[in-house]
């Protein structure tokens, strides 16, 4: 049959990019394992997945894993209108592609200490189970208008008090890679849900090291903002000055896509105006396999422990050390006696937990079950009654001599930390997060932890996958080990670019043997 020759060619063209669409789709099929939010968007714009599909694969592996089999404890509630959300999302995408945000159809776990006014807010605790705020944390406000679906709340140390992720709720986490160790904690049930592949993002929160904890755990990526980067507003707080929250994700590329979103001034937290003029347009789009060429990483050596027990850490530290040299960082070994001198009295929590603890309750209305941090303690409910006690019984603490002193400590290691970091022109400071491997659920707490670094000075830091301790029965892969960079303030796109050089240069991540594809993965 004979058509005009318009139409010939029309038909043509159709017919090629048919064919192009076929063939990409046949170079890049979708893998579920792993998948990154690019690798979604890819998939769903080619039409080999819906976002009822990724939903559906998602919700599967938590039925499967988080009760079931290894039994993560990661999870304390699923959003139960997960499918519906996502099926919106479809019918949305199929009528306006281009309208689509940048995390469109990225399910996103939450700490659940994050206010969410659909889903209840519970910080672990049995008493708040069914405490729903009347509105989302800016932040999840924020990911919602950008696309992203909230899949579930995850499981913490209750009221993201300590380092063992063990709560009233939820019950005790364990590590996806080594089931009888904790994930970490604070944030450990976020930690272990996404190195599970329980969904794509994931946040925390971090007062001491409660992002960078479960990201070292994890085998993760976890960012501790600069003080002022990123709204507090909506999560159930621990400390007015430590505070801070942000991503933990499976690269460094998802990290930056989540605090592109998760950034930005907030009225309700007012040192955020302090970030005004110091976010850069996209954080994605300045990471670069070539970043650690020319730059100046300081180890700090003070940071290692010199002990057999320290062994495994320093190995994979060293293997670190060694790639970042290879990569074209200049390494500088120093000393900061100032940190063992200051950093075990630069803590403000207990002088700060009653008074922003009372503020937050009574942002949840008359009808919450809990109406006040007194309420709370009086309750005995909690898996961390005993810290909630000792800081309900200080009545006026911002107001003593020690907070003051405490506060003027800080500022002598911020100062401290950043004379060193012009004398040497050093671009970041290189250790582990943790000097030992990461403690037994059977253990009080963790212990031997590096994150004072930057909560005692309000300075960033990125925790990234550094490698793994030797296998082992009861940890096939071995036991994950953080590498952690911290820079001066705002320099969080920098920290990133050479997190992702390294990231690039080794490709460290691996999916824990506990929790492998299901069948119907594809």
């Known amino acids: 049959m004979n058509y005009p020759i318009g139409l010939s060619i029309t038909c043509a063209m159709v017919s090629f990019m048919t064919w192009q669409a076929g063939a990409?789709?046949?170079?890049?099929?979708?893998?579920?394992?792993?998948?990154?939010?690019?690798g979604i968007h890819d998939a769903l714009a080619s039409g080999q997945l819906t976002c009822v599909q990724l939903t559906k694969l998602y919700?599967?592996?938590?039925?499967?894993?988080?009760?079931k089999g290894p039994a993560l404890h990661a999870i304390i509630?699923?959003?139960?209108?997960?499918?519906?959300?996502?099926?919106?999302?479809?019918?949305?995408?199929?009528?306006?592609?281009?309208?689509?945000?940048?995390?469109?159809?990225?399910?996103?776990?939450?700490?659940?200490?994050?206010?969410?006014f659909d889903l209840p807010t519970t910080a672990g605790n049995v008493s708040m189970k069914k405490s729903v705020p009347p509105t989302d944390a800016f932040t999840v406000a924020r990911m919602r208008k950008a696309g992203a679906l909230i899949l579930a709340k995850a499981n913490l140390s209750e009221f993201?008090?300590?380092?063992?992720?063990?709560?009233?709720?939820?019950?005790?986490?364990?590590?996806?890679?080594?089931?009888?160790?904790?994930?970490?904690?604070?944030?450990?049930?976020?930690?272990?849900?996404?190195a599970a592949n329980f969904a794509v993002l994931g946040t925390g929160s971090d007062t001491g090291q409660s992002i960078r904890s479960p990201a070292s755990a994890n085998n993760l990526v976890g960012i501790r903002p600069t003080r002022g980067l990123v709204s507090r507003a909506g999560i159930i707080p621990n400390s007015q000055t430590q505070d801070e929250i942000g991503p933990i994700t499976r690269t460094v590329t998802d990290a930056a896509l989540l605090l592109d979103v998760m950034a930005g001034y907030d009225p309700a937290d007012p040192i955020t105006a302090f970030g005004n003029g110091h976010i850069p347009k996209n954080y994605a789009e300045l990471l670069?396999?070539?970043?650690?060429?020319?730059?100046?990483?300081?180890?700090?050596?003070?940071?290692?422990?010199?002990?057999?027990?320290?062994?495994?850490?320093?190995?994979?530290?060293?293997?670190?050390?060694?790639?970042m040299e290879a990569l074209g960082a200049t390494i500088i070994r120093f000393d900061l006696p100032e940190y063992d001198t200051l950093s075990s009295v630069v803590a403000t929590s207990r002088y700060e937990a009653r008074i922003v603890m009372e503020r937050?309750?009574?942002?949840?209305?008359?009808?919450?079950?809990?109406?006040?941090?007194?309420?709370?303690?009086?309750?005995?409910?909690?898996?961390?009654?005993?810290?909630?006690?000792?800081?309900?019984?200080?009545a006026d603490g911002m107001n003593s001599q020690a907070y003051k002193d405490?506060?003027?400590?800080?500022?002598?290691?911020?100062?401290?930390?950043?004379k060193t970091m012009a004398d040497l022109k050093l671009d970041a400071i290189l250790y582990p997060l943790q000097q030992i491997l990461v403690a037994p659920v059977t253990a009080d707490e963790q212990t031997e932890r590096n994150g004072t670094l930057s909560n005692g000075t309000g300075f960033p830091?990125?925790?990234?996958?550094?490698?793994?301790?030797?296998?082992?029965?009861?940890?096939?892969?071995?036991?994950?080990?953080?590498?952690?960079?911290?820079?001066?303030?705002?320099?969080?796109?920098?920290?990133l670019a050479y997190a992702y050089a390294f990231e690039q240069a080794t490709q460290l991540r691996k999916l824990p043997a506990s929790t492998p594809p299901l069948p119907n993965e594809p």
């Open 59 to 67: 919700l599967d592996r938590i039925e499967a894993f988080n009760l």
């Open 288 to 323: 670069s396999k070539d970043a650690l060429k020319d730059a100046r990483i300081g180890v700090m050596s003070n940071m290692f422990g010199t002990q057999e027990r320290h062994r495994d850490v320093n190995k994979v530290m060293q293997g670190v050390v060694a790639k």
């Open 160 to 194: 993201a008090r300590g380092g063992m992720s063990l709560s009233s709720l939820g019950g005790q986490v364990r590590n996806p890679y080594d089931l009888t160790r904790t994930p970490g904690g604070s944030s450990g049930g976020t930690g272990a849900a996404i």
């Open 406 to 418: 405490r506060m003027l400590n800080r500022d002598k290691l911020r100062l401290a930390v950043a």
């Open 360 to 394: 937050y309750f009574a942002t949840l209305g008359p009808n919450a079950p809990i109406k006040s941090f007194t309420e709370l303690v009086a309750a005995k409910t909690s898996a961390a009654q005993k810290t909630l006690e000792a800081e309900l019984a200080v």
């Open 24 to 38: 990409q789709q046949a170079q890049n099929p979708f893998r579920f394992q792993e998948a990154t939010v690019a």
């Open 77 to 116: 509630t699923v959003n139960p209108k997960a499918l519906e959300i996502a099926a919106e999302m479809d019918r949305k995408y199929q009528e306006n592609r281009s309208g689509a945000g940048p995390l469109h159809c990225i399910p996103i776990i939450l700490k659940d200490n994050y206010d969410t």
């Open 461 to 495: 830091a990125v925790t990234f996958p550094g490698g793994f301790s030797a296998p082992a029965a009861s940890a096939p892969l071995g036991v994950p080990v953080g590498a952690e960079l911290l820079g001066l303030d705002y320099t969080e796109a920098k920290l």
